[in-house]
């Protein structure tokens, strides 16, 4: 007789990293579907989360596991496109709560709660990320900004690939006249009608950071006082040693609120989005070195709240 503990054993021999299992593995390992059942009733060891689709343990799966399994559940020709995908690119935006699947046009997909299928003709190339097939972030931004009919959540939706620096307009207008034009012109709208220098600055900014070897900052917080007060705020902060980057809010040059952060002790870089653009290598060096004379003073006794969802 096996017990359920080499069951296990043999279950997490086979089942991918983040332990989830489906029944064509668990076949191979010598696990009857029968058997998987009765580990997957209440109070047992594992948990259903499709058909034939199990994660080992007893609690309920992570989003990890979920998409993991819905990969498992609906096949390899399947892409997960949406928020899930966005947030995979490194672009932070809140978890819708469906996964949002793209299948081949000819695929007749069962419907399982929590998922959204979209049956398309033009599957995108997968892009792998730690196991799992993802769409790129024009796809991705562009099939939730489709379903939308608020105008702003279309615009913000639109621009988020642009903000994070991970692709061009060029490469959203081209995915844009490929797909499907159902629900394209508010896009197309926003696309036509953007302010470039004003809606690349933050992917700018981040491309620079990526090549420095600073660590990732905290994005659009305000900065207070340790009592709350509000003293200033900051495009990028480096919470462990009181740096302010500052290249979008604040920079004109009859902006005096820098002075108020300086005299706080935090130590503030201060660019125009001109300046981002035409002169990267000077920002560059600039923030490296504030970054080393912050970590040699003292820390400001400052903290640190943010003021909008954008970076994770």
Not at 41 to 61: N, S
Not at 251 to 280: E, I, Y
Request: charged residues 25%.
């Amino acid at each position: 007789m096996t017990t359920t503990a080499s069951i296990r054993d043999v279950a997490h021999r086979d089942s991918t990293p983040v332990g989830v299992i489906d029944l064509k593995k668990l076949r191979s390992a010598g696990i009857s579907a029968r058997r998987a059942a009765r580990l997957a009733r209440p109070g047992g060891p594992w948990r259903r989360v499709y058909p034939g689709v199990f994660v080992i343990q007893d609690k309920p799966p992570s989003r990890l596991q979920l998409l993991h399994a819905t990969i498992a559940r609906y096949g390899p020709d399947a892409v997960i496109t949406g928020t899930d995908a966005l947030r995979a690119h490194g672009i932070s935006h809140p978890l819708t709560g469906e996964i949002h699947l793209l299948l081949p046009h000819y695929r007749r997909p069962g419907s399982e709660p929590g998922v959204l299928t979209y049956r398309t003709a033009r599957m995108p190339e997968p892009v792998i990320i730690d196991g799992l097939p993802y769409a790129g972030a024009p796809r991705a931004a562009l099939d939730l900004a489709r379903r939308e009919a608020d105008p702003k959540a279309v615009e913000r939706l639109t621009t988020l690939p642009l903000f994070w620096g991970v692709c061009a307009r060029a490469e959203l207008l081209a995915e844009l006249d490929a797909g499907n034009q159902r629900g394209s012109s508010a896009v197309r709208a926003v696309l036509r009608g953007m302010d470039d220098r004003e809606t690349f600055t933050d992917g700018q900014a981040l491309r620079l950071l990526r090549d420095t070897p600073l660590p990732s900052p905290q994005w659009n917080v305000t900065i207070c006082d340790l009592r709350g007060r509000r003293i200033g705020i900051a495009d990028a902060w480096w919470d462990q040693v009181g740096l302010a980057w500052r290249y979008r809010t604040g920079a004109g040059p009859t902006d005096f609120s820098h002075l108020a952060l300086t005299a706080t002790g935090t130590v503030l870089v201060r660019c125009t989005p001109r300046q981002l653009n035409d002169t990267p290598a000077d920002i560059t060096r600039e923030l490296v070195s504030a970054y080393t004379q912050a970590a040699r003073t003292p820390r400001p006794k400052v903290r640190a709240v943010h003021r909008r969802e954008t970076a994770a």
